[in-house]
């Protein structure tokens, strides 16, 4: 006989779970005992929000579930963060609940929550387990729902007294993969939809990839003569050194590869769902009349022909595509097509000069040209990230953890559980003075657990984003867009790790050697000009243009 929580901690080991995330409660105190008595590590975090993205980011380090263990009421709340950010960006994750003791159901109880009505839309799968002899079952199922298809989060809720009660339940097995097969036919056939194709752009992304999969899209591209564009935040699906790599279609797109994607006459889609980001809002490309043929490579089914309809249709990985694709003895062709793109992608690479001490171009341009190829970069949302992803190339699949959801906070949380899963390598996080102090907090668990990443937060003293629009929208009118921060290099010293700040662009390099020697997690502050925008205009010249607009 065992209780509910060694039943659970049973099931997760033989799942082949090797670490989770939590911030303990009550409600769940006979699973925290059933982890203690299996040895699998739990990462004690400091708050559920960033527990929740570090649990993300190790789905997508990993490929196999992150494991999330939240209490209920106000934990589960703020980790919706987290699931919100696994959902849109297709990662597996599951999260455990604790709940509220079954015979006090449906009488707002204490931190009483119906996580069916709140998550049915929210996740993937959501299921409260009632029995403890089922629980097996349950998270059996969970794995399966997390890992088939599109994958995603799964909520499982756990009332507390199904937890600890004793059951002789045995152990199950893992579910195998369902994994979709493509045929020699379909694979035929996307072949000669690109061979015939004058004007051909390969658009990568979507989750289920491998550095494998990474090196097969650079050898088909480059042997084929096809461009690729990759979606937003999925620039190491590729090796962006190739000359077939094209850039990405992101927020703040290079205007030329949008061009691009509208004057294509054929788009594989390899793995995307292809959405409003990549096409500008659904601008560059019209569900209505998308004027261009449509090869959709995609694991799960229900997400090929959802907004675009398709010539063909190809319901499997993305990665065992191009394992069959680039075993194919490619067709003569000009090369032009390919050329043209890599050399708009570079001619955008060409850094445009901000104002101020610190150029965070040069910057970017500096992390890009000295870190190793195999180093992570972080980040969340905010103005800073456009110079990352127009800046860095990235080399390797499995170096870039950021949210596709645009959520702020996402950086460091990230950044912990990609310095946990790979200790002594080098993890570095961006993040805005808005975007960090949202998780910030996770500095001590940092430290507690041995993580070490270097954190460059580019403090502008503003929400950089929301001011560039506002300025646009309403010039000379700020209203919630600034900031009064902390010494971000002191705090960071305050929390046990260490502390920069940089004043001049000439002395970030030094800089950030005493960070990556000091063998702790770092912070480097970067104080740049408020006026700073990733376009390389200044917030000034964007208001006096907005006021010529409207004639003041």
């Not at 196999?64 to 699931?83: D, E, I, M």
């Not at 997400?303 to 075993?327: H, N, Q």
């Amino acid at each position: 006989m065992r209780h509910g929580g060694e039943i659970l901690a049973n099931a997760l080991a033989a799942h082949g779970v090797g670490r989770v995330f939590s911030v303990p409660g009550e409600s769940f105190l006979a699973a925290l005992d059933g982890l203690y008595e299996i040895g699998i590590p739990n990462t004690v975090c400091r708050q559920e929000g960033g527990a929740a993205m570090m649990a993300e980011a190790w789905g997508k380090l990993t490929g196999q579930p992150g494991v999330l263990f939240v209490t209920r009421g106000p934990g589960v709340s703020n980790a919706c963060a987290g699931l919100h950010v696994a959902m849109q960006d297709s990662t597996p994750m599951i999260a455990f609940v604790g709940q509220i003791s079954r015979g006090h159901r449906d009488r707002e109880a204490f931190q009483e929550v119906d996580y069916r009505s709140v998550f049915g839309s929210f996740v993937k799968w959501v299921a409260e387990v009632d029995q403890t002899e089922r629980l097996p079952e349950y998270i059996n199922r969970a794995f399966h729902m997390a890992m088939s298809g599109r994958p995603g989060p799964v909520v499982l809720a756990l009332p507390e007294d199904m937890l600890s009660a004793l059951s002789d339940a045995p152990d199950l097995a893992p579910t195998a993969p369902a994994i979709a097969g493509v045929s020699d036919a379909q694979v035929s056939a996307l072949a000669g939809m690109i061979a015939a194709a004058e004007r051909p752009l390969i658009v990568a992304g979507g989750p289920g990839w491998s550095e494998q999969a990474a090196a097969d899209l650079k050898d088909f591209a480059e042997s084929w003569g096809l461009p690729v564009a990759v979606t937003f935040r999925r620039q190491g699906h590729m090796d962006n050194r190739s000359p077939a790599y094209a850039g990405d279609l992101a927020v703040g797109m290079n205007p030329q590869l949008g061009a691009r994607l509208q004057s294509a006459d054929l788009l594989v889609l390899l793995g995307t769902r292809f959405g409003d980001i990549p096409t500008g809002g659904y601008e560059l490309i019209d569900p209505a009349a998308p004027g261009v043929a449509i090869a959709h490579i995609h694991p799960s089914p229900d997400e090929i022909g959802r907004v675009y309809r398709t010539d063909l249709a190809i319901p499997a990985r993305a990665a065992d595509v191009l394992a069959a694709l680039v075993r194919l003895t490619p067709p003569p062709r000009d090369l032009e097509w390919q050329a043209t793109a890599r050399a708009e992608y570079e001619t955008w690479q060409q850094p445009k000069e901000t104002p101020g001490a610190v150029k965070l171009e040069q910057v970017i341009g500096w992390l890009s040209a000295n870190l190793p190829d195999d180093a992570v970069l972080t980040n969340g949302a905010g103005n800073y990230a456009a110079f990352l992803h127009r800046y860095f190339r990235f080399k390797h699949y499995g170096t870039q953890l950021a949210p596709t959801s645009g959520s702020m906070g996402y950086g460091f949380p990230a950044a912990i559980a990609a310095s946990l899963a790979s200790p002594g390598s080098c993890v570095v996080c961006l993040a805005g003075d808005g975007c960090f102090q949202m998780t910030l907090n996770e500095m001590s668990t940092a430290v507690q657990h041995g993580a070490t990443p270097i954190v460059v937060v580019v403090n502008n003293g503003r929400y950089g984003t929301i001011r560039m629009h506002q300025e646009n929208h309403y010039p000379g009118r700020v209203s919630g867009t600034d900031l009064v921060n902390p010494d971000f290099a002191a705090l960071a010293r305050a929390y046990g790790g260490h502390g920069e700040t940089v004043v001049a662009t000439a002395d970030f390099p030094v800089a950030f050697a005493r960070a990556r020697d000091s063998g702790k997690p770092a912070v480097i502050e970067l104080q740049v000009d408020p006026d700073t925008l990733s376009t390389g205009q200044s917030l000034s010249g964007t208001r006096a243009a907005a006021l010529a607009r409207l004639g003041r």
